[in-house]
């Protein structure tokens, strides 16, 4: 439509959501960027410093290196995962077990990761020292770092890539077949081709989750080897030196924005992947891409990858239910005492705001994915790149801009539970905004139009026929809402107070005071808590899908 | 349920779309029409004739450049679609997948805010109305192609709009329903006397529709009347082309006298309506519709009412109760359609035959 802020409607809600975003994202990057270019008068003192020092040098080279090979090991893993859960004719419950391995990392606390290979290959640790007698393994530095996260975040890439190896219509394939391709030259000739896409962007998302990622090298990078993320948050914790932190962002923000872009515009240039869901399930034919070595190879890579995930879960178990793992393993079941008598604040407070977001972000992800899929108004495309910022950006930057913008009035919000909220709000909605969109692309816009044309204004529209059909991305988004609130630390570490803590900080706390007991009790719980809530919430998914609704994507896409 | 038909008017209405990086396309130029009340008109043409874009911006789903737009007295250009008191059929239904049957018709009504009593009385009669009495409680995931769009007309009308809108309605349906419900259409549009604008591009299901239909091309109105009056005196080439079959073959005129002109055809002559402009000797084509030829022996004279050309079978389509030739005629081919084949035989590919024409049946393409 020409002129479409006539409407009644649209044009408050748009209103509504540019202030939003204008407060709680734009304004606190625009006091970041003052205090790292603003000494009474334009200054490039504050960055010019910081690279002639080592450290921060060798982070900056530390993080951009460290980001690169846990993408492409990530990326290679995830591969590996994808082609065997969907190619592989592997039956059912091997399949949910893969992918219920899979998902621990991604629901996990921060740290576990790191806890656990601490616990598996540190100075002391049971397969190093007590399984191989090993003394010299140094699991601080790079590799210790490498192999937690790519541990991590090789899950992120496994579910892009298994969408999109899904996606690639067997007809294809089985055509290359037909002309007399045999199963080496179709993979490289057409399923690799098609999956490449898919590959890339895998890649991107999962070396800008390694970028961002600020627990696993504060736990495991040790002194040698500093990142940007942990160096930003010792200069602020540490030193107190503001400037100094705001200005490490800068250097984290730059590479962070580029692969952010860089993954939008690949994807609109090639309209998500070549891929195309026409939604019709013809006689789909039995894929037989993969030779009988070639699943043999991935079962024994995926298998020991889900060996070592299970062993370092096992090894967190173990720790949170004996006195001191390693060192006195009689059971006892202090840890858990301490969870639930001195820990139980943060369990409350966590648990009240993670339910606090979800209504609230799975109705900004659902307001803003409508705006920006059907509705036409000036700044449109603004607005959508705006609101994805926070989620872009690494949490240690959008944790200290907000230290800068909300510490003091007018708008002295810092500690308080609103900011947490608007924190996860504004940096995990995302996945539920994408999972509209999903399920808007769906939908006919004649679905709306017909709402219309009986005589109902947009928001009566919105109300009795957009919410209900977006049910399932409501639902996947506040999910998500939930599991990062529980489990997010990087920019809220900079936000919490004694009036309103997280466990996240709690299990911090332990590690930092060698109670990694207590640490791996804390985790325990919390994925335990978020493994219920993906269950519920998988249940309630399997009732939403079972009517006439299109699907919502996976849970946890995006 | 009856509603008195409101009249419906178009006034000089176009709509420009821009195209990135390149000049904007007139989608739909300068269109006037008035739909008289109760009156089924169609908006005929082939895809991008501006048909739709019409369609929508009647609805007011899009806002024209140009022009404006009246549902009976009132000026609705700027009236946003929820205002506009209209009943639209999508072509893919449109029906809300996640409410029943009842609930989809009962949408309208529910935002009207009609008391639930009434609600319940007029679905079940509107359901009745469309021959799906007992659907109310099925998803329209549970219903046939056929069902949805009876249901998407019973959502449209069960509001009483001031008109009703149906884009492409049928043509998802396949080939026998397609007419059943097209039939279907026409008496419940007639039954309830509502002014509707009507949009497809199959000319059988708008000549079995329409009161009147208006032919479209490139966002223009090419020709309004009648069926018949689009089908006899089609007024330009694509016109004749679009309305039926057609033969258009050039002729000279030899005299004008009284009204009448004669015009010199295969060696003989016909006599038609004078166009203003024709003088002895001007050129200009004449429209003979393929029933209208008939195959005769090669060896057959031209009679006196008749005229006749001699050519070669080039090609025959068998489709039970016709044939269709394409007959090779000095270099041009031309189309016949023989009824009745099991009674009157074929004849094969490569004979040689006469084609006669009936004086009578022979028009000229007017073109004013």
Redesign the interface.
């Known amino acids: 439509?020409?002129?479409p802020l006539?409407?009644p409607v649209l044009l408050p809600a748009v209103l509504l959501v540019w202030a939003a975003v204008a407060l709680f994202v734009l304004y606190p990057l625009v006091r970041l960027l003052i205090l790292t270019f603003w000494n009474e008068g334009p200054s490039l003192d504050a960055v010019t410093g910081l690279v002639r020092d080592w450290t921060n040098r060798s982070a900056l080279i530390n993080s951009l290196a460290l980001a690169v090979l846990v993408g492409g090991a990530g990326t290679a893993l995830g591969f590996a995962f994808a082609l065997l859960t969907v190619r592989a004719n592997l039956p059912g419950w091997a399949r949910r077990a893969i992918d219920a391995v899979v998902l621990l990392p991604l629901i996990s606390p921060p740290f576990t990761a790191a806890i656990a290979l601490i616990f598996a290959l540190g100075p002391r640790g049971l397969i190093s020292y007590h399984v191989f007698g090993l003394t010299k393994v140094n699991i601080y530095g790079l590799w210790g770092t490498l192999l937690s996260e790519t541990l991590t975040y090789f899950p992120v890439a496994y579910l892009t890539l298994k969408a999109v190896i899904a996606n690639i219509d067997p007809n294809l394939e089985d055509s290359a077949f037909s002309l007399g391709a045999r199963r080496w030259r179709v993979f490289r000739t057409v399923t690799l081709p098609l999956a490449t896409p898919g590959v890339a962007n895998a890649f991107l998302l999962v070396s800008a989750a390694s970028l961002a990622d600020f627990a696993t090298p504060l736990i495991l990078a040790g002194t040698k080897f500093p990142v940007l993320p942990t160096q930003a948050f010792l200069q602020i914790t540490g030193l107190y030196d503001m400037r100094g932190g705001a200005a490490l962002c800068f250097l984290l923000l730059v590479p962070a924005l580029a692969i952010f872009i860089g993954q939008r515009q690949w994807i609109e240039r090639r309209g998500g992947s070549f891929v195309t869901v026409t939604g019709k399930v013809g006689a789909t034919t039995r894929v037989k891409s993969l030779s009988p070595a070639a699943v043999v190879a991935l079962g024994l890579v995926c298998g020991l990858v889900v060996t070592l995930v299970l062993i370092c879960y096992l090894l967190i178990a173990a720790a949170s239910l004996v006195r001191g793992l390693g060192a006195d393993n009689t059971l006892s079941f202090a840890h858990y005492a301490h969870v639930f008598s001195g820990g139980l604040k943060a369990v409350r407070d966590t648990l009240i705001i993670a339910v606090l977001c979800m209504p609230i972000g799975g109705l900004f992800a659902v307001v803003l994915g409508f705006l920006v899929a059907r509705t036409q108004f000036p700044g449109r495309r603004a607005l959508e790149f705006a609101a994805m910022m926070n989620y872009a950006l690494p949490g240690t930057i959008v944790g200290i801009a907000y230290l800068l913008a909300f510490n003091d009035p007018p708008l002295a919000l810092t500690g308080t539970a609103f900011i947490l909220v608007v924190c996860y709000v504004f940096r995990y909605s995302l996945a539920g905004t994408r999972a509209t969109t999903a399920v808007l692309a769906q939908?006919?816009p004649?679905?709306e139009?017909?709402?219309?044309?009986?005589?109902?204004?947009r928001d009566?529209t919105f109300r009795?026929?957009v919410l209900?059909?977006v049910r399932p991305a409501l639902l996947a988004g506040m999910t998500v809402l939930f599991i990062r609130a529980m489990t997010a630390i990087s920019a809220t570490i900079f936000l919490v107070s004694l009036d309103w803590s997280l466990v996240t900080v709690r299990i911090l706390e332990g590690i930092t005071n060698l109670e990694l007991g207590q640490a791996s009790a804390f985790s325990m719980l919390v994925i335990a808590l978020v493994y219920l809530a993906v269950a519920v919430a998988s249940f309630a998914m399997r009732r939403l899908n079972a009517?006439?609704?299109g699907q919502a994507g996976t849970l946890l896409g995006g | 349920m009856t509603t008195t038909g409101t009249r419906l008017q178009i006034d000089h209405v176009s709509k420009r779309f821009s195209r990135v990086g390149q000049s904007t396309l007139a989608a739909v130029d300068d269109v006037s029409l008035v739909v008289e009340p109760g009156e089924l008109l169609t908006l005929l043409g082939p895809s991008g004739c501006g048909k739709t874009t019409t369609l929508r911006m009647v609805?007011?789903?899009?806002?024209p450049?140009d022009g404006r737009i009246y549902i009976g007295d009132q000026d609705v250009t700027?009236l946003?679609?929820?205002?506009?008191?209209?009943?639209?059929v999508?072509?893919?239904y449109?029906?809300?997948?996640?409410l029943t049957v009842f609930e989809n018709v009962a949408?309208?009504l529910k935002?009207?805010r009609v008391p639930g009593r009434d609600v319940d009385r007029r679905v079940s009669q509107v359901l009745e109305l469309v021959g799906l009495p007992g659907y109310e409680r099925r998803?329209?995931?549970q219903l046939s192609g056929g069902e949805q769009q009876r249901v998407a007309v019973a959502?449209?009308v069960v509001?009483e709009p001031r008109l009703l809108?149906f884009d492409e309605p049928l043509s998802n349906l396949d080939a026998k329903l397609r007419v059943q419900m097209r039939a279907e259409l026409s008496r419940l549009q007639k039954q309830l006397a509502i002014t509707t604008v009507y949009v497809t591009h199959d000319q059988d299901e708008a000549m079995a529709i329409s009161d009147r239909i208006a032919v479209m091309r490139q966002g223009r109105i090419a020709q309004i009347g009648t069926a018949e009056e689009l089908y006899r005196a089609p007024r330009s080439e694509f016109v004749a082309q679009f309305i039926g079959r057609v033969n258009l073959v050039e002729g000279r005129v030899l005299d004008v006298t009284g009204g009448r002109m004669t015009v010199a055809l295969w060696g003989g002559s016909v006599t038609v309506a004078a166009e203003p402009g024709c003088a002895p000797g001007t050129r200009l084509s004449l429209i003979l519709r393929p029933e209208s030829l008939t195959l005769v022996p090669e060896t057959t004279k031209a009679g006196a009412t008749d005229v006749l050309v001699l050519g070669t079978v080039r090609s025959r389509t068998f489709l039970g109760e016709k044939v269709e030739y394409t007959v090779e005629v000095a270099g041009a081919l031309l189309h016949v359609v023989t009824y009745d084949p099991a009674h009157r035989g074929v004849v094969d590919v490569g004979a040689r035959v006469g084609v006669t024409c009936s004086a009578a049946a022979a028009r000229p393409l007017t073109s004013s």
């Open positions: 439509m020409r002129r006539r409407d939908i006919d004649a679905i139009e017909a709402s219309a044309s009986l005589g109902a204004r009566v009795r026929v209900p059909l009517g006439s609704l | 609805a007011g789903f899009e806002q450049d700027e946003m679609v929820y205002r506009r008191g209209i009943g639209f999508f072509q893919n449109a029906l809300f997948p996640h949408y309208g935002v009207r998803f329209p995931n959502r449209a509001v809108l």
